[in-house]
C-alpha cells in the first residue's frame, strides 16, 4: 500500500468511526465542502458537507444499529483523486422493524492540500439472499 493509499484508508476510517461512535462533527475535515452523497439506486442526493453531516445525524436518531462489518477494501489512487470500495454488511433497527442489509460503500476523495477529502459517495445494496 502506497503512503496515499495509508492516508486515504485512515480517512476513511476516521469517517466510519465518528458515524459509528456517534462523532460526526468529526467528520467534518474529512468531507469536501461541496460532497455529494448519493442514496442507493441514485433516486435522491445530498449535497453539501453540512447537509450530508446532517443525514448521518438524522440516521442515528431515528436508528439503532446493532451490526456494522466492512471487509475487502480496495483503494485506487489516480493522482489526486482516489477510489475506495468496501463491503459491508449491518443490522439495525428502524421504526421498529429490523433492516439486514449489504452492498458496497463507494467513496471518491480528491487530495485538498495535504488532506484527502470525500467529494462523493454512495452505497450500492446486494440483493438478499
Known amino acids: ?8 484508508a485512515a480517512a476513511i476510517a476516521e469517517i466510519n468511526a465518528a458515524w459509528r461512535e456517534n462523532r460526526v462533527d468529526d467528520m467534518v475535515p474529512f468531507l469536501h465542502e461541496d460532497v455529494v ?3 442507493p439506486g ?4 445530498v449535497q453539501g458537507r453540512d ?8 440516521f442515528l436518531a431515528s436508528a439503532t444499529m446493532h451490526e456494522y462489518n466492512e471487509h475487502d477494501p480496495m ?4 493522482g489526486a483523486s ?16 429490523t433492516h439486514r442489509e449489504s452492498g458496497i460503500d463507494m467513496y471518491v ?3 485538498d ?3 484527502w477529502r470525500v467529494i462523493f459517495r454512495t452505497q450500492v445494496p446486494q440483493p438478499a439472499e
Open 109 to 111: 476523495l480528491f487530495r
Open 37 to 39: 452523497f448519493m442514496q
Open 75 to 78: 483503494i485506487d489512487v489516480i
Open 82 to 97: 482516489a477510489i475506495v470500495t468496501c463491503r459491508f454488511d449491518c443490522v439495525y433497527e428502524f421504526r421498529s422493524e
Open 1 to 8: 500500500m502506497t503512503g496515499d493509499s495509508r492516508l486515504v
Open 42 to 45: 441514485g433516486d435522491a442526493r
Open 113 to 115: 492540500d495535504d488532506r
Open 51 to 58: 447537509l450530508c453531516v446532517q443525514s448521518y445525524r438524522d
